[in-house]
Structure formats: structure tokens, C-alpha cells
């Protein structure tokens, strides 16, 4: 109204004075609805919506319970699983190192002490399967934080109403 004021377009003014009116005896109007009895939020609405909520989250809370269980059961095999691929490229691993003694035996007959390799590192993988731990992890650490950025992003962007 200030702008105007300084323009001398009193209409403008009058007009603006005049949507001002309105929409506060529209705010006014909105109070007095929200303080009578048909509009305003009782006890026992709010507990009833209470009980609703803790019947809906137990439900989820369950669900997400077993969901928890399986997928600790699946990480078990999977754990299952690795400690196969595990001994298996010590299997390799072993062997290839009675390949490199017999090699070196053969190579240099006058060498009095020969060794085994006796560590093994399953980071070296002998087989190129990319099955070091920390591979794995990173892996499904970025699989899993796809997973919830996916979820996030469908409940954010999916209209889902709350």
C-alpha cells in the first residue's frame, strides 16, 4: 500500500484496504469454526486416533520383525556360502604353492631349504572372482543405500498420502 501511496493511486488503496477486510473476517470466521463443537478436537478423537496408530505401527513393527529374521537367515546363508568360496581358494591357494615349491625344487636343486607358502591371503584371489571381503561389503552396502534411496524416492515422489 506504501508503493501506491507514493504513486497517489488511491483506488489501488481502497481496493487493497478492501481484500485486507476480507480476508481477515475470512481468518476471523476460520478461528471461531476451529473453537465450535463440531470443529474442534476432542479427547477421545485424539485417543482414538492414538489407538488407531499404536495398532497400525504394532502391525508394522511385527511385519518388520520377521522381515528382520529372514533377511538374517539369508545373510546366514550367504555367510554359509562365502565360508565355502573361503576354503576353496585356500584349496587353490595350497596347491599353487606345491606347484611354486616343486617348481623351485626342480629349478634350483642346490637350494637346501625350501618352504611352503603358510599364509594365505584371500584377498589374492587366485580364481579373479572379486570375493574379497571388502568388495562384497561395499557392494551390498551400496546395493542397500540404492534400496532405500529407492524407497524414500517412491514414498517422496509417489503421491503417497499420509
Excluded: C
Excluded at 18 to 32: C, N, P, R, T, Y
Excluded at 71 to 97: G, H, P, T, W
Excluded at 135 to 157: I, Q
Amino acid at each position: 500500500m506504501s508503493h501506491y501511496r507514493n504513486e497517489n493511486d488511491y483506488a489501488m488503496i481502497a481496493s487493497l484496504k478492501k481484500e485486507q477486510g476480507k480476508l481477515e473476517d475470512e481468518i476471523v470466521a476460520l478461528h471461531e469454526q476451529s473453537e465450535d463443537d463440531n470443529h474442534k478436537l476432542l479427547d477421545e478423537d485424539i485417543k482414538a486416533f492414538n489407538v488407531a496408530y499404536d495398532k497400525e505401527i504394532k502391525e508394522l513393527k511385527d511385519n518388520n520383525s520377521k522381515l528382520i529374521q529372514e533377511f538374517n537367515e539369508k545373510l546366514q546363508e550367504a555367510y554359509d556360502v562365502y565360508e565355502k568360496i573361503a576354503a576353496n581358494k585356500v584349496e587353490a591357494i595350497r596347491r599353487a604353492s606345491r606347484r611354486n615349491y616343486m617348481n623351485t625344487a626342480i629349478n634350483n636343486p642346490e637350494q637346501w631349504r625350501l618352504s611352503l607358502q603358510r599364509n594365505t591371503s584371500l584377498v589374492d584371489d587366485p580364481f579373479r572372482t572379486n570375493t574379497d571381503p571388502t568388495t562384497l561389503a561395499n557392494s551390498f552396502k551400496e546395493k542397500l543405500f540404492n534400496v532405500n534411496g529407492r524407497a524414500d524416492s517412491e514414498y517422496n515422489n509417489g503421491n503417497h498420502k499420509w
